[in-house]
């Protein structure tokens, strides 16, 4: 179970199992998860064996229908006046709940059936039923999000192809790591720079506490807009800024360096594409949200 599609993201694991039909029905809660499947036991089930497999990781699993909610079903699930659909519904909104607050709502019958059936303890199941994702409806093909740009419809195009393909080699492998997937895609992968940026600090370099003080103060006293250092050649700028501007809990630091040493024709400037790649780079690993996998173009990637 929840082995169709395993994908592993920024310290998450889902999980996914999809069930399509070529003739969609209503279903209930009974029905789908209680049912002689036990679908609601093996989702469990699936859901610790992903948590022992990848200690440390956030685990979620994704059940996917093109079936529907049932809406015939009010006061038959041991809930007086509410149908299936409400329940799905309820939980899609609150998915966060604890298992306290569902057993002090109306749905408190249902939930301890689905606890009964789980295999689970209150604290497992608790874990589980926040991260346990039902989503009925689904559409029998894939259908692109029609907000995404050509770029990034392109782009979602050509990772289904390419994990298609892994998927469909006869040679006995079922797992695969980001990097082999941006071998096949035959992408740059997204978070390694084109420079290092990083200004090397000799054996002797010291620090300068006045003008550490007030660099500190000034980046203090400034939420917004930009702050110059200014000194002669050789005077310990790049040293200041390598050596005591650092990240930290209230404070995420970007670098970019113009001059790269051995490089633009031995005139050591980084081209503007480079320069907006390694900025983009960098964002991204601090968690900004790009709008696309990957940026071809100078315009993309301003």
């Not at 209930?28 to 989702?43: E, S």
């Not at 469990?44 to 685990?59: D, M, N, V, W």
């Not at 050509?150 to 080699?169: H, K, N, P």
């Not at 006293?221 to 310990?236: K, V």
Request: glycine share 10%; net charge neutral; hydrophobic share 35%.
């Amino acid at each position: 179970m929840f082995d169709d599609f395993v994908l592993g993201i920024a310290g998450q694991v889902i999980g996914h199992q999809y069930k399509s039909s070529t003739k969609p029905k209503p279903v209930g809660v009974r029905g789908l998860l209680l049912g002689t499947d036990k679908v609601i036991a093996d989702c469990a089930t699936s859901f610790r064996k992903l948590e022992a497999a990848y200690p440390g990781k956030r685990i979620s699993v994704r059940y996917v229908t093109s079936h529907i909610a049932s809406v015939g079903d009010k006061g038959l699930f041991g809930v007086k006046g509410w149908d299936s659909k409400d329940f799905f519904r309820e939980k899609d909104r609150h998915p966060d709940r604890s298992l306290a607050d569902w057993r002090a709502s109306v749905w408190q019958p249902i939930i301890d059936e689905l606890v009964s059936a789980s295999g689970l303890n209150d604290i497992d199941f608790e874990r589980f039923f926040r991260r346990f994702q039902i989503e009925l409806g689904a559409p029998q093909t894939i259908e692109l999000n029609h907000s995404l740009d050509s770029a990034a419809r392109t782009q979602v195009e050509e990772l289904a192809r390419a994990i298609g393909d892994l998927v469909g080699r006869d040679d006995g492998k079922t797992s695969w790591t980001r990097r082999e997937l941006l071998d096949e895609l035959g992408w740059r992968d997204r978070f390694q720079l084109f420079n290092e940026h990083r200004f090397p600090l000799g054996a002797h370099a010291q620090s300068n506490e006045l003008s550490e003080a007030e660099l500190e103060a000034a980046l203090k006293s400034h939420s917004s807009g930009y702050i110059c250092l200014l000194g002669s050649p050789g005077t310990g700028k790049s040293t200041l800024l390598e050596r005591f501007v650092q990240s930290g809990p209230n404070r995420k630091v970007i670098r970019y360096l113009a001059y790269v040493p051995g490089t633009a024709q031995g005139q050591g400037r980084g081209n503007d594409a480079n320069f907006l790649a390694d900025l983009n780079s960098q964002l991204v690993g601090l968690g900004f949200q790009a709008n696309r996998v990957k940026d071809d173009t100078l315009e993309q990637r301003r």
